[in-house]
């Protein structure tokens, strides 16, 4: 940093400095330095906030305004005609309800070097895919005088996915614990039950071991492998991050997911700000529409500020409020009362809502300060104005 | 009023009331159902005693003595019978029943472990809230296993079961109110915080009542019918059955009537007391009127958008206020309102008498209230209004003197404050000068149509005029236009030129050269007065005629919409040196809402105030220019040459064999597969990307051939209004119709529409519409038209009050969300939502599109 930008370093934002370090290349000369910082510094200065601005509700207004001009249509091709997600207001919606179950979970998944080149991209990104049992079968043949059960595998998917019988065989007696579980020389694989309801029994194994999961990332349902820029990225609907992170090719700095739940549990907090700022930034962005940033800031840290994540909703944000009035004002006011009349809550009058439904000022911009004056009594003078 | 007194309410307490309090509270015991004597007047101890408060004009309240509309009302109570369970703290009740010993009242947990307990339990309350707490508690208790026996007197426990709505059941055999109540009692004092209850105010035996509170009679005022009937309010009607059953029940009681007729009326009480608080209890039949429809009870009246708190106490309505039809008129300025003479004389401005403008206000007073510009009414020192009229004028002239206030009719530049609903954001409220015109709409510059979200086809806009000194200078300062044409949301100029105004220009700057008469008329007509700055010389061109409005030290240098990196072409970039625009044409890009970067260059130099006056004149030369000039569109400006016909024909047959070489290789099964999809889903996909190609090229085709002086593409190029795709829809072709995001494939079995035969793929079959508008579409074209119309109709309808409730949860959420005096960000709590403001503490509205110009400081410096 320059020598005469360095007395600026607390005055000014780092993004500010920034930009004017990169202006200035190197022709101004040292006084000129200083001019210049000190002209940003009064312009910086002249464009803050002011005290008692109602950020809060410009932000609201910010982001409510142009909610009418958003699509309801729930699905868009997210840069890839192949994958549907949710976008649009709906998406918006969900991601300010905070939602534990989202519509339509999907990652990015950033590759390390060597992978990310496009050879075996394809094959990389299939083994992603969580797998059950049935898609490697190719019949099934149940043998009702033996009670058993031998099923043909289909060999070129088995190839596809690096998968062998007898690897599937392990796992099917891992998961099937009791029955008896073979491999047959032509690489299908026999089971049988015995006991008493030993038909029954097969009947039912037929339909449970097809659900049998075996290889994959679960909670992956399909992938796509897409060139970005110089390297490949794999899309995929459905999330799993705790688990995809646990991969050794991938790259764990930029993978991602759109699932903020799963990021707060894996990252917490400061993370999950960080997530619903680029989700709804991605939304908007997906939708032209032009939003600062600092609304999007404001919208997170107040969904995130006290220590967990809180819904734009009457179960979130909006539950958490001191004020009795300000909370019956929303939703179900008649609980919010009923509770406040038994612990007893005093509603100290602080918020807007409630000056509003007494009829005083709110404490806002021009209603925030108070003038105190001595009144000065004129000696005879008793009158008042 | 004592102007000393600036806040008269600190801080409102929650609590329940006591039985004591309720009969101190009380101004009259009720001890008749019966309402009126036969006179019509209000009995004694009847439910509209006028101890409760009157709401008769003429009578006078028995208690303040106060007249109707300044008696506030007051409770009266009656004495129940028997006691009676509120229904809204069942749950509660419920609760607490099952955590304590039906013997010694205590609570279930051992004396040893209360204290760990406790601590636990609050800290449960203040993170989570009460209910949570209530849950836990009963969590604690179970784990104890203390549930089937009391830890202090050994007393067995049974099991507590609510029967909904308010019978409570111990081991199969009903608990009495009365029992209720008297194990509410036993809970000691020391464990009520353990339930989130708090001792001083509330005690849990006053969940169980034993008097009620009668509500004053100004809460339920009686209607007086043509007829000269009376129509008792709906609360009325409930409490006089509350009123009547009590009563029966006390005789019962005193005469000895057996149990079952006993409890017989006490359920009956019972029944209209829970109504009474709330009709819609799931498992009680609404109490209803004789006419079938249920009675809007207490709880019904607080709840939702048109209960007490949301229409009533959050929804304040005004007086001095107007509404009508909105009309544009471009002479006006930006920060002008065109008010109607009617409206004027209607609405008034109080301005007090002083020993300096006593002569001056005489005047208005003099021509009354039906010459303008005169007054409607004067208001004395003490508060009294007079309205002025031809017989009391002469009286008020004699009488005013300084102190009075004088309600004088509207003039032009008073300030007033214009709204349009929806008011979504902050512009959607701005105040502007009043300007008194003939007619009989509100008129407004089509400049500021932008952020009012307004357009002329048949909207109504709000004028509300302040009627104090602080509310005029507030709305002045913070609520001008001018202060608001920086968008809060993007940092940007919202206010801009639009349509007619954008295309002026752009024809002014780019085509005209004019003689300076004809140059001198129309900067006349545009309002500039001073031509210092027109050349001397006999034909003046476009640019330099706009460089007229421009300060002379003004610097600018920006991009035409048309601008194409690498391309040379001089006017796509606007180069404005010393205030003479060097190069460059005018359109949307500089002198648009949204994006206007002159504007927003202008606003930064010469502050907002000459901005708007700027901006005004750059309206009004662009219309002028039309004036002038002569704009049209016609038909032919669609028309294609012969050959681009044939052109459009060919893409499109292409097109369309290509889609049937693609239905083929499906049904044979050779399309090769897109990742993730089936066959069909690949061919949809594959046949989708087709066809908007052709249509592209269609559109490419025309705009290439389309004759770039006529008026449609001079609309189009300068951004006023429609685009390319507009003309080639109209021109050429208007292309795939899509629903829900793929071809149109519902209707028939196997097909959209009749005319098709059965499992047609192909292009026109699913929604492709290959004509023009011109040109006409089929039928069945038109058919596809209207059912993507219909689906875009249905996706508005529902998104509206989707986004708007999604608009009130946010709003309701940051409402109280405020800068502080040491710039962080607090809510009403007082906790820190962010330190700085945005992490750089700056106001968007402020700022240029978020940003502080470090470049353009620099290059000033």
Redesign the interface.
């Known amino acids: 940093m320059k020598r005469e930008l360095i007395e600026f370093k607390d005055k000014l ?1 780092p ?2 400095l920034e ?2 370090e990169r ?2 290349l190197d022709k ?1 000369s040292g006084s ?1 330095i200083k ?2 910082a000190e ?2 510094h009064a ?2 200065r ?23 001009q ?4 729930t ?2 091709f997210a840069g890839v ?4 997600v949710t976008t649009g ?1 709906p998406r ?2 969900e991601i ?1 309800d905070a939602r534990k179950v989202i519509s339509t979970n999907m990652m990015e998944i950033y590759l390390k070097k060597p992978y990310s080149q496009g050879k075996d991209i394809r094959q990389i990104a299939e083994g992603l895919k969580e797998t059950r049992f049935k898609e490697y079968i190719k019949e099934i043949n149940i043998n009702v005088a033996e009670t058993k059960m031998r099923i043909e595998l289909d060999d070129k998917k088995l190839k596809d996915r690096g998968m062998t019988s007898t690897k599937i065989a392990r796992i099917l007696k891992k998961s099937l614990k009791g029955f008896d579980v073979r491999i047959d020389k032509d690489n299908s694989i026999r089971i049988k039950t015995s006991g008493e309801e030993a038909l029954n029994m097969i009947y039912r194994l037929k339909e449970k071991i097809k659900d049998i999961y075996v290889n994959g990332v679960k909670g992956i349902t ?4 897409v060139k970005r820029e110089e390297e490949y990225v794999i899309v995929t609907a459905g999330s799993n991050l705790k688990d995809v992170l646990k991969l050794d090719f991938i790259d764990a700095q930029r993978t991602t997911t759109n699932n903020i739940n799963e990021i707060e549990k894996l990252f917490g907090i400061e993370a999950v700000r960080e997530a619903i700022v680029r989700e709804i930034i991605k939304v908007l962005k997906d939708q032209g529409i ?6 999007i ?3 997170a ?2 969904m995130t ?1 006290s220590g967990k994540v809180l819904g ?2 009457r179960y ?4 958490e ?6 909370r ?3 939703e179900t ?2 609980r919010h ?18 000056n ?5 000022p709110v ?4 209603g ?1 300060p ?1 003038l105190i004056t001595k009144i000065k009594e004129e000696k005879g003078a008793k009158k008042k104005k | 009023m004592d102007p000393s007194v600036s806040k008269k309410v600190d801080k409102i307490e929650f609590g329940l009331m006591s039985p004591k309090f309720i009969k101190e509270m009380a101004s009259a015991k009720i001890v008749t159902p019966e309402l009126y004597d036969k006179e019509g007047y209000p009995v004694d101890g009847g439910l509209m005693d006028v101890r409760l408060g009157v709401i008769d004009p003429g009578l006078k309240c028995k208690t303040c003595g106060c007249k109707l509309k300044e008696c506030p009302g007051h409770f009266g109570y009656i004495e129940l019978a028997r006691p009676v369970i509120h229904i809204k703290f069942v749950n509660v009740i419920l609760d607490l029943l099952r955590c304590i010993c039906r013997g010694c009242g205590n609570i279930l947990i051992p004396n040893d472990k209360i204290r760990k307990h406790g601590a636990e339990l609050e800290k449960i309350g203040q993170e989570f809230g009460v209910d949570e707490q209530r849950k836990k508690i009963k969590e604690i208790i179970a784990a104890l296993k203390t549930i089937t026996k009391c830890p202090h007197c050994k007393e067995k426990q049974m099991k507590i079961r609510i029967e909904k709505p308010t019978t409570f059941l111990e081991d199969e055999k009903r608990l009495s109110p009365i029992e209720v109540r008297s194990r509410l009692e036993r809970i000691k004092r020391e464990h009520l915080p353990f339930f989130g209850i708090n001792p001083k105010s509330a005690q849990p035996e006053w969940m169980v009542l034993t008097v009620l509170p009668i509500p004053p009679v100004t809460m339920r005022p009686s209607i007086t019918l043509e007829t000269g009937e009376r129509s008792e309010d709906d609360l009325t009607h409930k409490l006089g059955d509350i009123v009547r059953i009590n009563q029966r029940l006390f005789e019962n009681i005193n005469a000895g009537a057996p149990e079952i007729i006993i409890e017989d009326l006490w359920d009956l009480l019972q029944y209209h007391i829970t109504t009474f608080f709330d009709n819609a209890v799931a498992q009680l039949p609404p109490a209803r009127h004789r006419s079938g429809q249920p009675l809007k009870t207490i709880t019904a009246r607080i709840k939702s958008k048109e209960g007490r708190i949301r229409h009533n106490l959050a929804g304040k309505r005004t007086n001095f206020s107007a509404r009508t039809v909105i009309s544009p008129d471009p002479m006006l300025n930006i920060n002008e309102v065109g008010v109607p003479l009617v409206m004027a004389m209607k609405l008034t401005v109080p301005e007090r008498i002083t020993e300096w403008n006593i002569e001056y206000l005489k005047e208005f007073v003099k021509r009354g209230s039906k010459e303008y510009p005169g007054a409607n009414y004067i208001i004395r020192p003490d508060g009294r209004r007079k309205k002025i009229t031809d017989e009391t004028k002469e009286q008020l002239l004699e009488e005013l003197q300084p102190g009075f206030i004088v309600e004088r009719h509207l003039m032009d530049g008073d300030i007033s404050v214009f709204n349009r609903q929806p008011s979504l954001h902050r512009m959607s409220m701005m105040c502007h000068r009043v300007k008194v015109l003939p007619g009989l709409t509100l008129r407004l510059n089509p400049a500021v149509c932008a952020p009012y979200n307004a357009d002329f086809d048949g909207d109504e806009m709000n004028l509300h005029i302040p009627q104090t000194e602080e509310a005029r200078s507030e709305a002045e300062i913070l609520m001008e236009v001018q202060t608001q044409l920086i968008s809060p949301r993007y940092g940007l100029s919202i206010i801009g030129c639009n349509q007619d105004a954008i295309t002026g220009n752009y024809i002014l700057t780019k085509y005209l050269d004019l003689p300076r008469e004809e140059a001198v008329d129309l900067l006349v007509a545009a309002g500039v007065e001073d031509f210092s700055k027109l050349p001397n010389k006999h034909v003046v061109s476009g640019k330099e005629i706009f460089a007229v409005l421009l300060p002379n030290d003004f610097n600018f240098r920006g991009y035409a919409r048309h601008y194409k990196e690498g391309v040379d072409d001089p006017d796509a970039i606007v180069e404005i040196k010393d205030g003479k625009l060097i190069t460059g044409v005018l359109d949307k890009n500089n002198l648009g809402h949204g994006s206007g970067l002159l504007l927003r260059n202008l606003h930064k130099q010469y502050g907002a105030a000459r901005m708007v006056d700027m901006l005004g004149k750059i309206y009004r030369l662009g219309i002028e220019v039309l004036l002038r000039h002569g704009f049209t569109m016609t038909i032919s400006d669609i028309d294609l040459k012969p050959e681009v016909q044939e052109e459009v024909k060919r893409l499109l047959e292409e097109a369309d064999n290509d889609v049937n070489r693609m239905i083929q290789e499906y049904h044979e099964g050779t399309l090769e597969l897109l990742p993730g999809r089936d066959l069909r889903e690949t061919l949809e996909l594959r046949i989708l990307e087709r066809l908007n190609k052709t249509r592209n090229d269609t559109g490419e085709l025309v705009a290439k051939n389309a004759d770039k002086d006529s008026h449609t593409l001079i609309m189009i190029d300068s951004g006023a209004k429609g685009n390319l795709l507009n003309l080639a829809q109209m021109s050429a072709c208007v292309g795939q119709q899509a629903l829900r995001g793929g071809r149109i494939r519902r209707g028939y079995e196997d097909r959209t529409l009749s005319c098709f035969k059965k499992g047609d793929l192909g292009a026109a079959s699913r929604g492709f519409i290959k004509h023009g508008f011109k040109n006409g579409l089929e039928p069945y074209e038109l058919f596809f038209m209207a059912m993507t119309g219909r689906d875009s109709l249905m996706d508005t309808a529902l998104r509206t009050p989707k986004s708007g409730y999604l608009y009130r949860r946010l709003a309701n959420a940051m409402q109280d969300f405020k800068v502080e005096y040491d710039f962080t960000v607090r809510d009403a709590g007082k906790r820190i939502v962010q330190f700085a403001y945005g992490e750089d503490g700056v106001d968007v509205s402020k700022s240029e599109g978020g940003k502080i110009n470090v470049g353009h400081i620099i290059r000033t410096t």
């Open positions: 934002p993004k500010l930009d004017l202006e200035l101004a000129k001019k210049i002209k940003i312009e910086y002249g464009s803050l906030a002011e005290p008692g601005e109602a950020v809060g509700l410009v932000t609201a207004e910010s982001i409510g305004e142009p909610g009418t958003m699509t309801l249509n699905f868009h005609s192949e994958m549907n207001l918006l919606i300010l399909q992938v796509l492998p032009n939003i600062d940033v600092r609304h800031l404001l919208v840290d107040a500020m734009v909703s979130g944000i909006v539950k409020k001191p004020s009795v009035l300000a019956a004002s929303f006011p008649i009362v009923i509770n406040a009349s038994m612990v007893g809550e005093i509603d100290e009058l602080n918020s807007v809502i409630e509003v439904m007494i009829n005083q404490p806002l911009g021009t925030l108070g």
